[in-house]
Structures are given as structure tokens and as C-alpha cells.
């Protein structure tokens, strides 16, 4: 991920299925997704406020 902070953009990897990434405020938040679970984005007024992930495990 290459960040221009002065241009405020960003160059993200889109082959990458493993992560997800965020902009919150005018910063790139990146998220490592789990190999099996759920990642849920919570909102606050239109914002994001915070991500909560639960883990689970595949036997």
C-alpha cells in the first residue's frame, strides 16, 4: 500500500483477497481479514466507528 499524503491518495494491491481496507477521517485503515469468520463495519452518524471480526475455525 503507497500512501500520498499530500495528494491524500492512495495505491492498494487488488489482487489481495486478504485484507480490506477503510477511510475513516481522511486515513486508509488496513484490516487483515480471517481465514473463515465474519468482519462486520459499524457505523456511528454515516461514519465508520469501529470494525468487530469473530473468528472461527474450519476442521
Request: aromatic share 4%; charged share 35%; glycine share 6%.
Amino acid at each position: 500500500m503507497n500512501v500520498n499524503t499530500e495528494k491524500m491518495t492512495a495505491e492498494i494491491d487488488l489482487m489481495n483477497n486478504k485484507k480490506m481496507y477503510v477511510v475513516k477521517d481522511g486515513q486508509l485503515i488496513e484490516h487483515d481479514l480471517p481465514d473463515y469468520g465474519e468482519t462486520l463495519v459499524i457505523t456511528l452518524g454515516g461514519k465508520v466507528d469501529r470494525l468487530e471480526t469473530k473468528t472461527k475455525r474450519k476442521v
